[in-house]
């Protein structure tokens, strides 16, 4: 037992040294990085940030400071990093799925969370945005002229709700918002609110009648309990 006091001590050297090996030890070094989950664009913006880690000892690379900076992009969802003892490291990203489109043009689509990014390719199924330039200026109102969580939420709800058509979700400048299909009469829905009973109802017309959008010039559905159609 008198040796156990020795015993502790030398394991506190060893820890302490190997602390200190990872914190100054070139040999922990980063030196080669696979990344997966990420688009040829992300690529190469990673390449260009990873060089700053280059040749560095994990723990002075300031590699939490790399992986926030990679978090900070509108399209990550999350980004998880492991590395091996012979300095070869994988970042896994998930990005987000885009579930409106804002821009074809530009690629900008919408997340779930309603943060506006670029994309590499656009799913055609996904709702199409038309919103006023109103809404990106800037506001002093709390909630600001852009809702783009709303939209999201909205644009997600369209798609469950009534798939197969490439629909465009129209948004003017006092919030007001209307749905049309190609070739097809505008459903009016007014605001934003009760939207889901609002499309909801919508589906259901449709299954009924799957040609009702093409006989008539408008459907009104801002008052979902009282359905106006204009012949």
Known sequence: ??????????????????????????????????????????????????Q????????RSGFNRFLGSILTDARVKSAGFSQNAFGRGILYIRNFEPVAVLSEERKVVLSPSGCLFVTETIPPELVRLVVS????????????NWNGQSLAKASEIV??????RQ????????????????????????????????????????????DLLVKVQELNLSSPSRPAVVP
């Open 1 to 50: 037992m008198a040796d156990n006091p020795w015993k502790i001590r030398l394991w506190g050297l060893f820890i302490a040294n190997c602390i200190a090996g990872s914190f100054f030890s070139p040999s922990t070094a980063l030196t080669r990085l696979r990344v997966e989950g990420a688009g040829p664009a992300q690529h190469r913006a990673i390449e260009r940030k990873v």
């Open 52 to 59: 700053s880690l280059a040749g560095k000892p994990v723990l």
């Open 159 to 164: 798609q469950k709700e009534l798939p197969g």
């Open 133 to 144: 330039s109103e809404s990106f200026r800037p506001s002093f109102t709390l909630s600001g």
């Open 167 to 210: 629909w465009r979700l129209v948004q003017d400048a006092s919030g007001k918002v209307l749905l049309k299909a190609k070739d097809e009469a505008p459903v009016i829905l007014g605001t934003i609110q009760d939207f889901e009973e609002k499309i909801s109802r919508l589906r259901r017309a449709l299954e009924l009648q799957p």
